[in-house]
């Protein structure tokens, strides 16, 4: 009944690349550093036009169906057997442990379940698959890692990001209090719910600014936008940015890109 | 079903919820509790395999339940032989009526209780009250919040969202303990005035933590030793159980036990286990006379029908779930308005008192898991709220809704939405088209979308879509 | 309600139906095997139930009845409930001092001497079945000798235990003293400190309801 244990694939010569509806639409920058790692590790990045959402929003709702429907096209958009890379724990979450559950006992129950082995969050796949190196080039500074719940309990990387910020000399990651509680985010929860959510952002919100970090560094950008909205709106100094982008720019030089 | 009284509040959960975030008071007494009840959980499983010890803990529960008609049957054998007479009740109100009929049968006119949320489930003080009987908590939680006529707002620990000065208030008004904020002094004076109860008390109740089958034995976990004294010194005690808590021997116990405790508390072990299998021998001096074991469905037997909705049954009622809930952190217990709060609430409510009447709690979680990263017994609970959520909306034409009131969130417009959704995100090329003119609009989208600006900043969408960031580069040759 | 047990059960087999469950099998090893040695049993022993305020003496095996109306004096206890007849108790009874605490025997149904036990014996003595080192936990099987009450209402409880009777596990004391073939008494205990409750605020207050002091004398 514990989860099956990860299995690291060698590091292959191309991937999938699915970038998730909210990176595409709104922080592209970070989908745009992902790839540019991915190729910086000399892997070839196949990104197909065909991609548009996971369909958890119509899923975690209780919309099976839609979530279905929305889904089945895109089964067709990774042929080959490479991984599929998703800059997102939620997104790829979904992929990996939901899509068999929606597509047990249908047609696509096979296609589903092969797409989900190959899906991988893509810090963990930079760290664990790739075995990247990171070299820092940026001033100090100094940060905080919120991993998303979905990253930290669906696909089990919470190591990750601490790990691959461990790496880059001059940025000092500080630790925030109750590091694995949620930010509120939870899709939408935030809608139905605003109460509740705004409690636990604000908490979180607080937690992070108390802990001296000038930016939070997330592994998913619903998270991101949750709490760094909040900081905008209630003038708390705090930004937010995708690992990714963090990555990117710490060890290219490139400045501002996919900043929230 | 005897629900009544709890199903109007439930539908009152917003307001309830608001309610309870602006009162400081109860933010700060759950923070601080759930803070304590988590690391002291973490420290107790030191040095343990615990993935280990909740695989076992898992297996053992759904053992016990994929026999349960027979461990039923073997535990009623085991328990008559011995001389615990065996009750079955199909909803709470039966259970009711079977102890008021044996508190009837002795003349009993007062009943001294040991901590069991299946009475609160069933409401069995407000029942024997009507029926003029008076029926006291002994457990301190418990007699708090009796006192103060309200209900548990933790499984564990009943009276969790008080704090001390609150307490001494109460104790004061109620039964004119002096105000103290001495701990062990408000202690001394609750063990006093119980005291008294237990010797004159005609019919002791308790819960059971587990029933073993195969010795036919009642095992309660306890550290104030209420629980032992109700269950002792009364002549009569009626132990009072949901029919799921039955294990199948002895043994099974061990890992539960070693799970229960730690989850709840962090306690390696409670003060008591006490572990009943008979009423009092011809020979002995003390323990009861007469023991009874009412076994209460009340909705559990339905949810047995689906084998996803079964897992429920697994629980063991650490309350680890609702100590490790943000949500539950934030509103605390009485927010939710169900004899069970929290995550575990979240998914057996529904079934006990049909989703029309818990409308609002499927929702109310971020499916952030962390539950059921802690569940002992690993109850997926994010994947039943998922299951409950789509329950309430009749989402899955393939697996149609069974739970009792399902579809009762149905309505037009969320549907509406859903199928916009569908639309857009189904077909490749319509997506691609929203996402540039997004994009190409990007300034005019509004700075207020509903609730989520109440609280934050909207973001802007992007400059250029990624889609069309790589279509450019592939077209410009690069790679 | 008969109907209501033929209807449950009813319920119960129709749900299972044709999708027979198959559970895991249930491993036990990681709540049975312990290789510690007599030696590291007594060690955890002490050190967990004192960590909940048990109080433990490990005394010589003829001078623990010396020990214990030492510790009664020092306790300011004037009477003791002990049993006449279990090895245990004869001897505290045979071995009381003129001026030492008055010894009383649980000799009648509890219905008869109710308010006495609950409001004038400050202390009982029993002896117990053995104990298990990894929670710190003393176990009893309350016998006609040794009532349930002893353990349990007076405000002070002094134990019995052979420093060889010690256990690992609870798995280890249920499976090598066979409880299941022998058959369960009417009540089987097990006691892990004084009574306690966290229930104001999650501050610890001992002796809420059961005793208030837990005292272990280990004879080695
Ligand atoms: S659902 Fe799991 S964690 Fe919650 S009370 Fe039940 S056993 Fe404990």
Redesign the interface.
Known sequence: MTDPIKLYPAKPEKVYFFATCLVDLFYPDAGMAGIQLLEREGIEVLFPQGQTCCGQPAFSSGFNDQARDVVIPQLELFPGDYPIVVPAGSCGGMMRKHYPELFAGTPWQDKAENLAARTWELTDFLLNVCHIRLEDQGEPVKVAMHTSCSARREMGVAEVGPRLLGQLGQVELVEQARPAECCGFGGTFAVRHPEISEAMVADKTEALVAAGAETVVATDCGCMMNIAGYAEKNRRPLKGQHIVSFLWERTCGHGGEGKA | MSLAPHSQEVRHFHPRVRSALDNPQIRSNFRNAMDGLMSKRQNAFNGWDLESLRDLGAAVRLRALSRLPELLEQLEDNCSRQGIRVHWAETGEQACEIIRDICKARDARTVIKGKSMVSEEMELNHFLEAEGIEALESDLGEYIVQLAKETPSHIIMPAIHKNTAEISELMHDRTGTERSHDVAYLTAAARQQLREKFMKADVGISGVNFAVAQTGTLCLVENEGNGRLTTTVPPCHIAVTGIEKVVEHLEDVTPLLALLTRSATGQHVTTYVNMISGPRKADEFDGPEEVHLVLVDSGRSSIYQDQELMDTLRCIRCGACMNHCPVYTRVGGHAYGTTYPGPIGKILMPHLMGLENTQDLPSASTLCGACGEVCPVRIPIPKLLQRLRKESVDGDSLRPSVVRGHGVKRNWKERLAWNGFRWLFRNPRRYRLFGSLLTRFRWFTPSQVGPWTRYRTSPKPAAKTLHQMMNERTRGGAR | ??A??T???Q??????GN??????????????DRDWTTAEKLERFET?ITS?NGEVHRVAEDRWVDHLWALMAAKGLTNLLASPETSVGREAWTRQRESGPRLRA??????DW??EL?NNVDAALTGCRGAIA????LILW?T?QE???MS??PPVHFVVLGADQIYA???QA??EQG??DL?????????????????????L???????RELVVLILE
């Open positions: 309600m008969t209501a047990r209807a449950i059960l319920r119960l087999r129709a749900g299972r999708q027979p469950l198959s559970p895991p099998a249930s491993d036990f090893s990681v709540v049975r967990m909940v649980y000799d009648s149904p509890i219905d109710k308010p609950f990894e929670t710190g936990s309350p006609v009532p349930r009450l349990l209402v596990t609870f798995y249920l499976a409880w299941a058959g369960m008494p009417a009540n089987a205990l097990l006691i892990s400190g004084p009574s306690k409750t966290a229930d104001i605020e999650q501050t207050a001992y002796g809420v309801h059961g005793p």
